[in-house]
């Protein structure tokens, strides 16, 4: 990944609904991104981040991809269209709650692309324990004009 870019180049989220601390990797199918729970976060309790969390780390994960890809595009051919519309299919959380300052990594995978429409899948890991698979469906918006 080209070092000059930024996670606010590739997602829309900003300020405390950023949770995505770090791009590890991207490419055109893939992205994996690291952050660490704050204190600030939404759905956050004394026993830490609730892992629903993880549904929205997984989506932003695969807009670093989908913003990565669109990047890539000459200025005259990138889709202008800014909304997206994310399903949760399957969600399975390993975790009751995600301790404040644990260091979480997402991959993403893009497993299917019909043009608008995407499916992607998610795995959540603290250190090497898996804590979530995600499965989200992800509709773009079509451009008004």
């Not at 990944?1 to 300020?15: A, Q, S, T, V």
């Not at 913003?67 to 009751?96: C, H, M, S, Y």
Request: glycine content about 6%; aromatic content about 4%.
């Amino acid at each position: 990944m080209e070092k000059n870019i930024r996670i606010e180049d590739l997602i829309p989220h900003r300020g405390r609904m950023r949770l995505i601390d770090a791009i590890t990797a991207v490419d055109d199918r893939h992205a994996e991104t690291q952050t660490m729970v704050k204190a600030n976060w939404p759905m956050i309790s004394a026993q830490g981040a609730a892992p629903l969390l993880l549904i929205e780390l997984a989506a932003q994960t695969a807009g670093v991809c989908f913003g990565w890809n669109e990047l890539k595009k000459p200025i005259d051919q990138r889709d202008e269209a800014k909304g997206w519309l994310v399903g949760v299919r399957k969600a399975r959380f390993l975790i009751e709650a995600i301790a404040v300052g644990a260091c979480i990594t997402i991959h993403t995978e893009t497993a299917l692309m019909v043009d608008q429409y995407k499916e992607i899948t998610a795995a959540a890991h603290l250190g090497e324990q898996l804590i979530a698979e995600i499965h989200l469906q992800v509709l773009q918006a079509e451009q008004v004009e």
